[in-house]
């Protein structure tokens, strides 16, 4: 396939993020929100990180602007069309999901790749939704999305190999390290992460450190450049549940089972830096 233009479905933070990547690549963006405010406010955020990077020297006025004139932000779904792949990045939720996917199978052409963002749900469920499901995969970018370097191609049973092999070649376009990998939860980075990230939760619960030493402890110990914790709080707390709680559901391994603290958070509202405060405070 001759990819030439991106739809990107949501104006969070991966919305906004992808957008910017695949605008500074070359492609033609579609952004679209639910409202034609939404997609204004996340161009305006797209605007201000492509300007940070002008003045840090990172990237030239003129590629600034070219960026910038790439991404049409839309509310109406119908505009995507005439895109080649189309990536959702909305709430982490299954139904939310498959309700977007069919709604997408009857807006977008026949040829073109419908893809999730999703961190760790099944690509097989929303591939059930649509009719033509080999066209159907995950692109799972990392947060943030203009800095991460690495992309998960994620290929659920129906995906056929014309679209891993579309996906693979989008991603390098984009200046990203793609990995395939099967259609399991967690794919490769959260199977892996998670557990250490709950587990940080629980030593905390069981009183071994504190937060702020457990955090110290893997960065000084580790050589990681963020603690556990604090790394909860940029994924997002509500996010993060999500991820253990798909994990747990398709392995029952009790290094999954969210810890207490973590519900806890997330109940009261405390989700991390998007919320002002989660593990740590972020408002002062």
Known sequence: MNVKRIGIVGSGIMGSGISEVCAKAGYEVVLRSRTQEKAAATLAAIEKSLAKQVERGKLEEAEREKALAAIKAVSN????????????????????????????????????????NTSTLPVIEMASVVRNPERVLGIHFFNPAPVMGLVEVVAALTT???????????????GKEPVIVKDQAGFIVNALLFPYLNNAIKLFENGVASMEDIDTAMKAGCGFPMGPLALLDLVGLDTSLSILEALYD???????????????????????????????????
């Not at 982490?92 to 009857?106: I, N, P, Q, S, V």
């Not at 014309?162 to 070649?169: F, I, L, P």
């Not at 969210?258 to 830096?273: D, F, I, Q």
């Open 77 to 116: 779904i119908k505009e995507l069309s005439d895109c080649d792949i189309v990536i959702e990045s909305v709430i982490e939720d299954l139904d939310t999901k498959r309700e977007l996917f069919a709604h997408l199978d009857d807006v977008c052409r026949d040829d073109a790749i419908i893809a999730t």
């Open 160 to 174: 056929s190999e014309e679209a891993v092999e579309t996906a693979r070649m989008f991603a390098e376009s984009c």
């Open 250 to 284: 398709e392995f029952r391994d009790p290094n999954y089972a969210p810890a207490p603290t973590l519900r806890r958070l997330v109940s009261a509202g405390k989700l991390g830096r998007k919320s002002g405060s989660g593990f740590f405070d972020y408002q002062g």
